[in-house]
């Protein structure tokens, strides 16, 4: 089973707005023109130099989904799925690619 759009859309979302209230005005200014020097289609994303991104993703999941990520060293349910992670990452390339959806 594959994540749906909205799924990936609405993490996207979360994330987005999440990071920019991590990060000052000028730190998300500067991510987001930083982010820009690359092909809208690459995978780098500056966001780690400004804060623990992950942590504002995971934080973002816990939202949209109401219950926190499956961690890979989770033994109760044997980590996330290739759905989770394809949805981890689809989303963070969406954010990224929309600038992490700023006003």
């Known amino acids: 089973m594959t994540a749906s759009i909205n799924?990936?859309?609405g993490l996207a979302r979360f994330f987005g707005e999440l990071l920019q209230t991590a990060l000052t005005p000028d730190e998300f200014a500067e991510l987001v023109e930083r982010n820009a020097m690359h092909d809208p289609l690459s995978s780098?994303?500056?966001s780690h130099d400004y804060c623990d991104?992950?942590?504002v993703?995971?934080?973002a999941?816990?939202?949209?989904?109401?219950s926190a990520f499956p961690m890979l060293d989770d033994?109760?349910?044997g980590g996330p799925t290739d759905t989770d992670l394809e949805l981890w990452n689809d989303a963070w390339a969406i954010?990224?690619?929309a600038n992490f959806f700023k006003p």
């Open 95 to 97: 954010a990224r690619g």
């Open 44 to 46: 780098v994303c500056y």
């Open 57 to 59: 993703m995971a934080e």
């Open 7 to 9: 799924d990936k859309i």
């Open 61 to 66: 999941w816990e939202n949209m989904f109401g």
């Open 53 to 55: 991104a992950n942590m």
């Open 75 to 77: 033994n109760d349910n």
